[in-house]
């Protein structure tokens, strides 16, 4: 039974960093696309970031290229986010996700995999 879990969420003012961390417990085996989603209040889930397991080949979201980084270390069976510049609006909830099977054509759909999330708040 595969089983994601988040740390590293908090409060921080616009322009911090926090880092966001998913263990995966289980076998990872064929989880090769792994990927942060968010949340906030009232809006829509949408995909932050994925990485494809075997070559490291990364996928960003538009609003957060040039500020946030996804890394993994499959050794550890760890997935990370790090997240840089914050906004305001980069609040939500962060979930860790992944799929069996190749993040293309689309990375941000078709997760098999879901973590319960981390609560990440940008103050201005």
């Known amino acids: 039974q595969v089983e994601l879990v988040e740390s590293g969420g908090g409060s921080v003012q616009a322009g911090g960093s926090l880092r966001l961390s998913c263990a995966v417990s289980?076998?990872?085996?064929?989880?090769?696309?792994m990927a942060w989603f968010r949340q906030a209040p009232g809006k829509e889930r949408e995909g932050v970031a994925a990485?494809?397991?075997?070559?490291?080949?990364?996928y960003l979201a538009a609003s957060v290229k040039g500020r946030f980084f996804i890394s993994r270390d499959n050794a550890k069976k760890m997935l990370y986010l790090q997240m840089n510049s914050l906004k305001p609006e980069d609040s939500a909830m962060y979930y860790c996700?992944?799929?069996?099977?190749?993040?293309?054509?689309?990375?941000?759909?078709?997760?098999?995999?879901w973590g319960k999330g981390a609560l990440v708040t940008i103050s201005s």
């Open positions: 996700a992944a799929k069996d099977g190749d993040c293309r054509p689309r990375w941000d759909v078709g997760m098999d995999y």
């Open positions: 289980g076998s990872i085996y064929g989880m090769n696309c």
């Open positions: 990485i494809h397991r075997l070559d490291s080949t990364t």
